[in-house]
């Protein structure tokens, strides 16, 4: 007979990637109790949340207020569009929720440091999804803290995805009005490409930059002081349509003096075999580390095989186990967890501002938040 869960977690809304609350699920400690939106989403958001709570068998809420009363949950997790992350995590926090959170946390600084105040009001636990627990994230880790390279100099990640954002650039005709936005995104649930999902357009540098920068803020201890951008709508028409890029190099100076860089894109299907090239170079006093984020892996190769199957599959991964076991001492009093809503918040004022540098051609300071 199995262990009864501790903690009864409310999901706010499930219209983006459903991959957070079921590695909620997931983790024996937690119980999905409910489901719950506001009732004036548009359908095909009632639909999605409707769907997630029949597959789990558990109640559906179109009042978020009434459903955070009435299911006595202890947790909150938020996945919805990106322009509302903050809005119904601060929902739950003001319930005296704990929250785990979808990236990206926020698209304006202000949203971000409303839900940072309500978590140091409420003395809640946070959580913001990240990848910081694969397994060549922990090995690179355990080397730098065992002075396997020395002082750490330089650091920097390639980030590049290989999926696609609809038609190319530069394939709608003149007569042909813009790609919409949220249409697109609706249209890329079914590949999983719509990370985007929302009303308000995001480039790369919102929509995954919290991934590479969490990297850099794990295996170097700091934030980032300064940065430099450099960014264009090179590969998608969506991009083009919406004003947002879909390739951007960042320089940045991290608070201990340590240089860093990021090149992060979204380059199509067709340009990588697998999910994309996504690699950390590592240089100290000591020695250099070249680290490629999937391993390990193994190549699936056979008859008939899907072609939008990915043929180099993660082995050893359990990424999501291990944030929610931590998520779960958190909660019983045994420290924090290791992307917390501050840390998001920091990081979420350094794609601001390397936003910032893309348009004005300078370098901008980051505006950083807590100790």
């Not at 357009?201 to 850099?216: F, S």
Request: hydrophobic residues 40%; charged residues 25%.
């Amino acid at each position: 007979m199995g262990t009864r869960a501790q903690h009864r977690v409310l999901v706010l809304s499930v219209v983006k990637h459903d991959y957070l609350p079921r590695a909620v699920a997931a983790h024996p400690q937690f119980e999905l109790v409910g489901v719950a939106d506001h009732g004036d989403r548009p359908a095909w958001v009632h639909e999605r949340n409707q769907a997630f709570a029949d597959e789990f068998s558990i109640p559906y809420r179109t009042d978020v207020e009434e459903a955070l009363s009435a299911s006595a949950a202890t947790v909150a997790v938020v996945s919805s569009e990106a322009e509302r992350h903050c809005e119904l995590g601060l929902r739950a926090v003001q319930a005296g929720l704990h929250v785990i959170l979808d990236k990206p946390l926020a698209l304006r600084l202000s949203d971000a440091d409303r839900l940072v105040d309500a978590i140091e009001q409420r003395g809640v636990q946070s959580l913001v999804w990240n990848r910081n627990y694969l397994p060549s994230l922990v090995e690179t880790k355990s080397v730098l803290d065992s002075g396997g390279l020395g002082c750490l100099r330089s650091i920097h990640c390639d980030f590049y995805f290989s999926k696609d954002a609809g038609p190319r650039k530069g394939t709608r005709g003149l007569d042909e009005p813009p790609i919409n936005w949220l249409e697109r995104q609706l249209e890329a649930h079914a590949d999983g490409s719509d990370g985007g999902v929302g009303l308000e357009p995001m480039g790369e540098l919102q929509i995954e930059g919290i991934y590479p920068l969490a990297y850099l803020h794990l295996l170097t201890g700091q934030r980032v002081a300064r940065v430099f951008t450099k960014a264009a709508a090179h590969f998608h028409q969506a991009n083009v349509d919406n004003q947002v890029e879909d390739l951007a190099t960042v320089s940045l100076e991290m608070e201990s003096g340590v240089l860093a860089s990021l090149c992060i894109g979204r380059i199509g299907a067709a340009a990588h075999p697998d999910i994309g090239e996504i690699k950390l170079h590592l240089v100290g006093t000591e020695g250099a580390l070249v680290v490629t984020e999937a391993r390990p892996e193994v190549s699936v190769h056979y008859r008939d095989q899907n072609p939008l199957e990915f043929k180099n599959r993660r082995i050893a991964d359990h990424n999501n186990f291990l944030l929610m076991d931590e998520f779960a001492r958190a909660l019983a009093g045994k420290g924090h967890p290791v992307f917390t809503v501050l840390d998001a918040r920091n990081i979420t004022a350094t794609i601001l501002a390397a936003l910032e540098s893309n348009r004005t051609g300078n370098a901008i300071i980051v505006e950083n938040r807590g100790v």
